[in-house]
Every structure is written in C-alpha cells, then in structure tokens.
C-alpha cells in the first residue's frame, strides 16, 4: 500500500555535490518522521539525517555542515542534498519514514523503506 521510491544517486568526484530525493506514493494519509539511512560495503547501516514533520532536523555528526534535509509534506518527499563528498560517503543511500496510509478504510502505521539509491565518491 506504501512505496517510497528513491533517486538522484551517481557517481560524483570529492567535494562534489549530489541531491537525493525520495517520494512516497500509495495510499498515504501522512508522513511523521522521514530519514536517511547509508550503507556502505561490509558496514552496517548507519542513519544520517532526520527530519520531523515540524521540520526539525538532525544529523550525524560525520555529515554536519555538509548534508541538508529537507521534506515536501505536500508530495510526500524527502530529500538530502548532499555538498563536500567525501570517498567515506560512498554507501547505498535509503530514505525511510513512518507513515499513516489508509486500508480498506482503517487507518495503519508503518516503517517504510525505499529501494536504495547508490552513491559513489571518488576521482
């Protein structure tokens, strides 16, 4: 009933710049906090940014200062723009968010992830 799709990935040179989006689509009510997560070879998956529905953010502290995210409640969208790559950014990017959908008319909660979107820095 839910599906958030993910893009903007690519291949991009250190200190480069990329933005991520990721759109949710379905039978989606609302949307309280959306996420990114990365996960780069033989690592566990690590969360980079959250973002409240208020608008609040948060970072880990590898990525302050260089990612920003941001949300379009209106289009069920999140994204990450992402400025000053680094080679240790290089991971599959996944937005991940809470949301309320309809099902055959009863109101559900559930944790959604997007596919992956792959993002490689180096020269």
């Known amino acids: 009933q839910v599906q958030l799709v993910e893009s903007g990935g690519g291949l991009v040179q250190p200190g480069g710049s990329l933005r991520l989006s990721c759109a949710g689509s379905g039978s989606i009510i609302s949307i309280n906090t959306m996420a990114w997560y990365r996960q780069a070879p033989g690592k566990e998956r690590q969360l980079v940014a959250t973002?409240?529905?208020?608008?609040?953010?948060n970072y880990v502290d590898s990525v302050k200062g260089r990612f920003a995210i941001s949300r379009d409640n209106a289009k069920n969208a999140v994204y990450l723009q992402m400025s000053g790559l680094k080679p240790e950014d290089t991971a599959v990017y996944y937005c991940?968010?809470?949301?309320?959908?309809?099902?055959?008319?009863?109101?559900?909660?559930?944790?959604?992830w997007g596919q992956g979107t792959q993002v490689t820095v180096s020269s």
């Open positions: 973002i409240l529905r208020s608008g609040t953010t």
């Open positions: 991940n968010a809470d949301v309320y959908y309809n099902q055959n008319g009863n109101l559900r909660l559930t944790n959604s």
